[in-house]
């Protein structure tokens, strides 16, 4: 009897554990090839000389052949989401680690896609050396400068665009008082982009914040990128985040008049961190994804129409990996769903990109 007890026992344990495991998998189910035929998003932007492009993480780019897939098929431009930021690269004084970013660059080499390097100087991401080793202006100069320099070299020739200064700005207007510019000043712009001209020369260099609508903070972004310029700062770019519905402007027609002003200073504007929540918008689950999808229609056309845009990257492709889950609990906010499958945002930027052709 106990023995018969013992097997039954067994049984009911493996039926449950089956049982979770179905749940599992019907709830999570394994990504499977998109439903896609015809031109990609890819070779439409070509056609009209257009960037269009992602951010990307390593694990499901070396996990996920899905993941790997659209990535190839449907983007001539990514930026390492995390793997090019300070503390990743650079995680101890004396040590440098290039091993995931060089696997995603890598992988954009073989798939002939350029690269955007995301961010040389900011005030999040640094590693706990720098933010307590309480250093004097000179080392944090020094620092700095090591930091580009080394980093900027070793990509020299495989990177198209830095991220040289991301967030500068606060949201009242001010230059956000970051440990670069608290410790050597405000010059810490000037000099970064500076020192990353001098690492390469011909790497198009830009500036990068949540700066798109009309408003205080804005101004203060686009008269900080215009005093650059007058001080002969090798800046080539401003970069517009995007995060629609959660810092950034949800005013396509207001982003289109703050383009045409830096084309007045001879500047290139980059859409560089787009992503739009669906739960920003009101009714039935079909009515927030078309929303969605008008959203990223209307902020591509926006840039298309740009005499001085070329380039719109989203952050991430697929709901199935996006950093809002964690950091706003906000829902499905790219143009995939979390099985790869194409969203109604997703065919609005085909046909945007398709046009009249």
């Excluded at 930091?147 to 991301?166: E, K, L, P």
């Excluded at 500068?168 to 810490?188: C, D, F, Q």
């Excluded at 401003?238 to 207001?254: A, I, P, R």
Aim: charge should be negative.
């Amino acid at each position: 009897m106990k023995l018969r007890s013992f097997i039954a026992y067994i049984l009911v344990m493996l039926a449950i554990v089956w049982s979770i495991s179905s749940a599992s998998i019907a709830t999570n189910p394994e990504p499977q090839p998109t439903d896609l035929a015809g031109e990609s998003l890819r070779s439409l932007a070509a056609k009209r000389d257009f960037l269009i492009g992602t951010a990307v993480k390593p694990q499901p780019l070396q996990d996920e052949p899905t993941y790997r897939e659209v990535v190839a098929r449907e983007f001539n431009i990514i930026i390492p989401e995390n793997h090019t930021k300070f503390s990743r690269l650079h995680p101890e004084r004396d040590r440098y680690d290039f091993t995931q970013a060089d696997a995603i660059v890598q992988f954009a080499k073989e798939h002939d896609i350029k690269v955007i390097g995301h961010a040389l100087a900011w005030f999040h991401a640094l590693p706990r050396w720098v933010v307590e080793g309480n250093f004097s202006r000179e080392e944090l100069m020094e620092i700095l400068h090591d930091h580009i320099q080394t980093v900027v070299d070793h990509y020299r020739g495989q990177i198209y665009a830095w991220d040289v200064v991301n967030e500068p700005v606060e949201a009242n207007g001010s230059l956000r008082e970051t440990i670069w510019y608290k410790t050597i000043g405000p010059e810490y712009i000037d000099l970064a982009l500076r020192w990353t001209r001098e690492a390469d020369p011909d790497t198009l260099l830009y500036i990068n914040d949540y700066a798109e609508g009309l408003n205080s903070k804005s101004q203060s972004f686009y008269n900080l990128a215009k005093e650059l310029r007058q001080r002969g700062a090798p800046l080539d770019a401003v970069g517009f985040q995007t995060h629609v519905g959660f810092l950034s402007s949800d005013n396509s027609e207001e982003v289109a008049e703050n383009m045409k002003r830096y084309a007045e200073l001879g500047l290139e504007v980059m859409i560089t961190e787009m992503d739009v929540p669906i739960d920003q918008f009101s009714g039935t689950p079909e009515e927030q994804l078309e929303a969605q999808a008008k959203m990223y229609q209307d902020f591509l056309k926006v840039c298309l129409d740009a005499s001085n845009c070329n380039t719109l990257v989203m952050w991430g492709f697929t709901d199935r990996h996006t950093w809002l889950t964690g950091f706003t609990g906000s829902k499905d906010p790219l143009i995939f769903d979390k099985s790869y499958q194409p969203k109604p945002a997703y065919h609005a930027m085909w046909e945007e990109l398709k046009g009249t052709e």
